[in-house]
């Protein structure tokens, strides 16, 4: 049977996901909206051959077997949490919450509830991320020493949700958690995190960058990474690189997940992937997850413990010190 999808909000990243669950076999049957009946959500609905609109109370309440969120930071807690105690599964875009401990409150209402919870990191189901990731735990790159993640572009519209300080905007929130992310699912938890960031005047992070210690690891290792809303422009950049004692890996375009074509470099040499929409990919694990054809490959566990480095990243931002996880 076709699995039926609802969607929280007609925000820009559901323009990804939609033909994205299509093209996984599912179906978009809902919209939910905050103001279902205004012209932009009924466009939005046409636009994407969605035939049915309703309140999001309405998609909570509907039948089906999966609910996407894609909403402003600030309402992921609350509309996740009510999608699972409703009986459905939810996939919710990263960042899945505004700290650790509303990321703990979701994640103990999934496993009280027993339905699935996903954070929406796309990146991590794209060829050169599984290309990336096998390289390290296989030891082809020999002992990890550092990783290195930048991602960037430019906000011009001074009204945009990531900047706004009520919604859980932040360029931390909204795409340093991609390097941060991936240096996890390289190097594991970090010890130790210090950081520093330039603030808007309502006090969110226009621009940050960090180095988490993993000193721990093997025989040490070191991440960086920056992100930024003021970077380039009309562009984007997203790049990722691992050195190890047995070689150096990089991507570029790293963190697109909608790319027609992938490419690694390992030592200089440049190796072409198979292209594969990391979205499509995660929407069809999300579903395969649902129906109990496969484990989970990122529990709600794993997004709790990015909820924590970024707790750490931004405190030692806004203390000007090293902070200890």
Known sequence: MTFRWGILGAARIARAMIPAIRAAGGEVVMLGAREPQSARVQRYASDWAIGRVGSYQDLIDAD????????????????S??????????????????????????????????????????????????????????????????????????????????????LGGGALYDIGCY?????????????????????????????????????HVGGGALASID??????????????????????????????????EFTLTRDSEVQALAPGNGYALMAAHFQRVVRGEEAALYPPEDAVQQARVLDALLQSAREGRRVVL
């Open 64 to 79: 089906l077997d999966g609910i996407y969120n894609p909403l402003p930071n600030a309402l992921h807690l609350p509309w």
């Open 81 to 166: 949490a009510a999608a699972m105690r409703a009986g459905k599964p939810v996939l919710t875009e990263k960042p899945l919450t505004l700290n650790a401990l509303e990321a703990r409150q979701l994640a103990d209402v999934a496993q009280q509830t027993r339905q699935v919870l996903l954070e929406g990191f796309a990146y991590r189901f794209t060829p050169q991320h599984q290309a990336l990731a096998e390289a390290a735990r296989s030891g082809q790159l020999g002992e990890l020493r550092a990783y290195r993640g930048a991602f960037g572009f430019t906000v011009r519209d001074p009204a945009d949700i990531r900047l706004s300080p009520v």
């Open 179 to 215: 390097p941060v992310n991936e240096a996890r699912m390289l190097l594991g938890e970090p010890s130790a995190v210090i950081a520093q960031a330039r603030w808007t005047p309502d006090d969110v992070d226009v621009s940050f960058s960090a180095v988490l210690d993993y000193s």
């Open 227 to 260: 992100c930024g809303f003021d970077w380039l422009s009309g562009g984007r950049v997203g790049r990722s690189q691992v050195l190890g004692t047995g070689g150096v890996m990089e991507l570029d375009r790293a963190f697109f997940s909608d790319e027609p």
